[in-house]
């Protein structure tokens, strides 16, 4: 079983929407999955498709209301497990349910296609009630997706021999008032093997344990997983060489060079569409997700120099940026940042404060601008950062700043993948470019019929994959790489939700309503005024 987050958070599923891990889960075989928080992240419309395509149980107690589980043929709201002995003289009824985290610090607007997740201990009380006294069942094991202090509070709460939960990324087993909480860690490494035994029918209800946390690399490999997995991740392979976005001549001569000494124009650059890639969804004229974007120069890690003709590929990301890391929000006082950054620039090292373009520095260093306006120092501002950015040994006032408020420190599990959350951007910034040629306006109307047409390459009335990448080619100025193609099928996937049709469902069109629905709704959010769209055209 997996205690959630699954489909998501990697690169891959920003491309291929988790089709490739359901494979997996199917291919294993995963008996049993529960959600988990980051199972948003690939969008409403595609993990419809991935909950259908399930072949296990997965277990929803608490999100009862998502739109998969009304005539879903995987979910259920409990699952009953019936054990018997080999005498067929002890039989055992084991309860399990799933739940998921409420925090909303988790989720976006509108997470899960509007679902209401329900308090998690709230629920367990109720299920718990039916399952041992309307299922009979001899014990009741909570399968969880919270962090260990939520699961430390059930374990209090309740009288559950065990907890199985997952969310935090380490390796937890531990009894906390007599119950065994165990958790295996991130990304499949470890794997928890649990024993249940009752020694007679006659015995208590409440069973013997024995756990063992094992390494999953100590057994071999199925391969033909294996070559499903090669297969899967196959696509990235020619994205890494694909132009995802032009650099416009403001941040020309483009350099990483001396991020541990001095500001360089790709950390500028990249800190920038952060910036806006955390803004995009926010209603236009609304409060922004954050106000800027920071990042310590040892994480822009290139160190070189590039052409004028040069532009972001994935492997340009990789190598500036590395991929293993997320993007979380936090908030510092504005006394705080004026200070800060300054305290990094005393001498060339790791912590030296790259920012973005919003943000301005008088000659001593001190900061006197964010998001292009006058800094306030009495004000909280939102910073998008990655989690080394409150070490205090580099920057010993925002280290001392959350000293003195932990609980400002972001949830564990709350960030973005710094790759997903650029790429979809990426997407995002090329649609508008072309919802600019079709003269889509405010509305979603389409003013410049021929323009569509005109995009519209083999004249079906839809936008095909093929259509879209000679669009590419001859309205964005993309280069014709083989891995434009994985590109396009990033923008159809950004359209699903509009249109119903996404690259993982083998139409991989979308139609002129799609495209003014779509339209209509960017125009509405903080996309329609982002840097750097438009200015791409002043590019090389």
């Not at 070559?227 to 995802?244: D, G």
């Not at 609980?407 to 790759?419: C, R, T, V, Y």
């Not at 839809?462 to 669009?471: F, I, V």
């Not at 193609?485 to 799609?514: H, I, K, Q, R, Y």
Request: hydrophobic share 35%.
């Amino acid at each position: 079983m997996l205690t959630g987050d699954f489909l998501a958070p990697y690169l891959l599923s920003s491309i291929d929407k988790g089709a490739g891990m359901m494979k997996m889960c199917n291919g294993t075989p995963i008996d049993y999955l529960i959600w988990g928080n980051h199972e948003d992240d690939v969008g409403h419309a595609d993990l419809m498709k991935r909950e259908r395509e399930y072949k296990g149980v997965w277990i929803n107690t608490n999100m009862q209301s998502h739109e998969s589980f009304k005539g879903s043929t995987c979910q259920v709201d409990v699952e009953v497990l019936e054990v018997v002995s080999r005498d067929g003289l002890n039989k055992r009824k084991i309860g399990l349910m799933g739940v998921l985290s409420n925090s909303p610090s988790l989720y976006r607007p509108g997470a899960f296609g509007g679902a209401k997740i329900e308090d998690p201990w709230e629920t367990m009380a109720t299920y718990k009630q039916k399952l041992e006294q309307e299922r009979g069942c001899d014990i009741v094991v909570p399968l969880c997706h919270l962090y260990e202090p939520q699961d430390e509070r059930t374990c209090r709460e309740f009288d559950f021999p065990v907890v199985l939960s997952g969310h935090d990324h380490h390796v937890i087993d531990r009894v906390v008032e007599g119950t065994r909480l165990l958790k295996p860690g991130l990304d499949g490494h470890k794997a928890v093997i649990l024993d249940l035994t009752w020694p007679s029918a006659v015995s208590s209800s409440r069973p013997t344990i024995k756990v063992e946390i094992v390494q999953v690399s100590d057994w071999p490999r199925d391969e033909q997983l294996a070559e499903e997995a090669a297969r899967c991740y196959a696509v990235l392979e020619p994205l890494r060489r694909t132009q995802l976005t032009r650099v416009p001549n403001a941040y020309r001569p483009l350099s990483s060079a001396g991020a541990r000494s001095q500001r360089v124009s790709m950390g500028t650059y990249l800190l920038s569409r952060i910036r806006d890639a955390m803004n995009m969804d926010t209603p236009l004229g609304g409060v922004l997700h954050c106000d800027c974007a920071l990042l310590k120069g040892g994480n822009v890690r290139g160190g070189r120099d590039y052409s004028d003709n040069e532009h972001i590929t994935l492997e340009i990301l990789q190598s500036e940026l590395e991929e293993t890391k997320d993007i979380v929000v936090v908030q510092v006082p504005g006394s705080v940042l004026r200070v800060g950054l300054r305290e990094t620039y005393e001498t060339p090292n790791p912590g030296w404060m790259q920012f973005d373009d919003g943000v301005e520095l008088d000659g001593d260093g001190y900061v006197v601008q964010i998001g292009s306006e006058p800094l306030d120092e009495s004000r909280l501002y939102k910073v998008a950062t990655i989690s080394d950015f409150w070490r205090k040994r580099d920057a010993p006032s925002i280290g001392a700043w959350f000293e003195e408020h932990p609980e400002l420190l972001p949830e564990p599990d709350g960030g973005k993948p710094i790759h997903a959350l650029l790429l979809r951007f990426f997407a995002m910034q090329i649609w508008s470019r072309l919802w600019k040629e079709l003269g889509l306006d405010g509305n979603g109307e389409v003013k410049d019929r021929e323009a569509f047409q005109r995009m519209d390459h083999d004249g079906d009335g839809k936008l095909s994959k093929e259509d879209l990448r000679l669009t590419l080619q001859e309205v964005v100025g993309l280069d014709a790489l083989e891995g434009l193609d994985v590109l396009v099928e990033t923008m159809l996937g950004e359209m699903a939700n509009f249109s119903g049709s996404s690259p993982s469902n083998g139409e991989e069109v979308v139609g002129e309503d799609a495209l003014q629905n779509a339209a209509k709704h960017w125009s509405s959010n903080s996309l329609a005024s982002m840097t750097g769209i438009d200015s791409e055209e002043d590019s090389n």
